[in-house]
């Protein structure tokens, strides 16, 4: 009998086997999904540079990460970018840290009139300082990638060929471009870059300040018809990580976000230079928007009016602790580094 019962039990146990083995295998686990918030519209090239950043995640992780990108504010505005990355309502956002002077105080010191000549080198000596620094500011974030514009520059209804042409001028313009345009005797009004073509519109600004992508990317080429080159601020952007998220990535996945780190900065800025160049080409071929070049001597006399912006700042940054003029002469010397 115990023989028999032990026969039994042996061929429930090797069915039920059997039947294991045959069973449906356990499911794999599914890509590592993280959202991207960006706040300008889809065509822009800060929205240009995320989607890149994402086709560049997918391939080199072969899949296993997918980035599903919000461009236009359609899940968190401008201001709202950096807190609400580190609130986790989205894993990436992208942001102008122009937006917020005093909070990224050191960052922003790459928007004085320094002579950063391009986005390329604006972008490499911003990836510099944000390395050499590391602000607190960034402090609950992963940095992913940091760049610039290119340099801003007057886009008007009017001509402006002389200071005496720009005096009482309502301009759009943000961050530290307040400061240049009121040295220069315009009049700075802050407003969303979407907000602009209304206004021009409707006439409660005459122009913006700011780099010239946006003639094509924005059609400022229609109402402005006047470029007037003063090659002057940048405006700094980062990409940055919620730190919960950053921190459940695996270790191969990590080592793929910072390798693309560097490269992305650069990639962004070469592509930002590009595509100033081609918007103004469009701007003349298609729109015949006149370039004013400022003669030397007229130039000196803009540049004389900015020179005592930078000091202040440096006052400004040392009472509140930073190493003011330091700074200021780190960026001079990577913007000599990286013009060679």
């Given at each position: 009998?115990?023989s ?6 042996f ?6 086997l ?9 499911a ?13 519209p ?5 929205c ?10 997918e ?11 919000f461009?236009g504010?359609t ?9 609400g990355?580190?609130?986790g309502?989205?894993d990436?956002?992208c942001?102008?840290?122009a ?5 990224f105080?050191i960052?922003n ?42 340099p801003s520059?007057?886009?008007?209804k009017?001509?402006?060929r002389?200071l ?6 309502d301009l759009?313009a943000?961050?530290?471009a ?5 040295a220069?005797g ?9 907000a ?5 519109q ?7 300040f ?9 059609k400022y080429?229609?109402?402005c018809?006047?470029v ?22 695996p ?8 390798a ?16 100033v ?8 071929e ?5 370039f ?18 930078t ?6 940054a ?5 190493p ?12 000599e580094?990286?013009?060679k």
């Open positions: 009998m115990k028999k019962m032990a026969w039994m039990l061929l429930v146990l090797f069915f039920g059997l039947a294991a083995a045959a069973g449906p295998a356990p794999q686990a599914g890509p590592i999904t993280l959202s991207y918030a960006n706040f300008p889809a065509p822009t090239f800060p240009v540079q995320m989607e890149r950043w994402k086709n560049e995640v391939t080199r992780t072969d899949g296993k990460v997918r980035v599903n990108t461009p504010g899940l968190l505005g401008a201001k709202d970018m950096m807190d990355v580190i609130q309502q989205a990436i956002g942001l102008c840290m937006y917020q002077p005093g909070r105080m960052t010191a790459t928007s004085l009139p320094l002579g950063i000549p391009n986005a390329r080198v604006g972008s490499l000596v911003l990836w510099d300082l944000y390395r050499k620094y590391r602000p607190e500011a960034f402090a609950q974030v992963k940095v992913l990638a940091m760049f610039t514009t290119a520059n007057i886009m008007s009017t001509p402006v002389s005496a042409d720009i005096q009482g001028m759009r943000s961050g530290g307040a400061q240049i345009l009121a220069w315009a009049n700075q009004v802050g407003m969303p870059m979407s602009t073509p209304e206004a021009l409707k006439g409660v600004v005459k122009g913006l700011s780099s010239l992508e946006v003639m094509k990317d924005f080429a229609e109402p018809k006047y007037t080159l003063t090659d002057t601020v940048i405006y700094p952007f980062s990409v940055v990580m919620n730190m919960a998220s950053w921190n459940r990535l270790e191969d996945v990590k080592a793929v976000f910072d693309l780190a560097p490269e992305q900065s650069v990639w962004t800025g070469v592509y930002m230079d590009d595509h160049a081609v918007a103004n080409q469009w701007s003349k298609t729109q015949g928007v006149e004013i070049t400022l003669s030397a001597e007229e130039k000196a006399r803009w540049n004389e009016r900015l020179a005592p912006i000091e202040q700042w440096i006052k400004d040392e009472a509140n602790g930073y003011g003029r330091q700074i200021v002469e780190d960026i001079e010397v990577l913007i580094k990286h013009k």
